[in-house]
């Protein structure tokens, strides 16, 4: 089984930053790509940002120039870099991986529990 562990989320003032954290735990033979997803209050959950284990990463648009995501493949561990927040970045960022078990052929979507982050003055 792979389990991701989320933190950093919280309230921050608009223009401020916030880092959040997501850490992969379990035995698997890949787990890659991760990244973020959030879902605010009443709309679909929706891609803020994936990296590979190369460093390849994607964004969504609405976050391009203000959020970095990045990697420790050593200890499984994804960080967003959140700068420059608006109060439409309010909502639940969960953390997402994609993995392939040990002994399994197929690949299997692994959701963190989720993280509040809030931007409001």
């Known amino acids: 089984q792979v389990h991701l562990v989320e933190s950093g989320g919280g309230l921050v003032q608009p223009g401020g930053s916030l880092r959040l954290s997501c850490a992969a735990s379990g035995v698997a033979r890949r787990i890659d790509p991760m990244g973020w997803y959030r879902q605010a209050p009443g709309k679909q959950r929706e891609l803020v940002a994936t990296?590979?284990?190369?460093?390849?990463?994607n964004y969504a648009d609405n976050v391009k120039g203000r959020f970095t995501l990045s990697r420790d493949n050593a200890k499984m561990t994804v960080f967003l870099q959140m700068n420059s927040l608006k109060p439409e970045d309010t909502a639940v960022y969960y953390c997402n991986a994609v993995a392939v078990l040990l002994g399994a052929a197929s690949e299997i979507e692994v959701w963190g529990q989720g993280t509040l982050v809030t931007v409001s003055s």
């Open positions: 990296i590979t284990s190369a460093g390849n990463t």
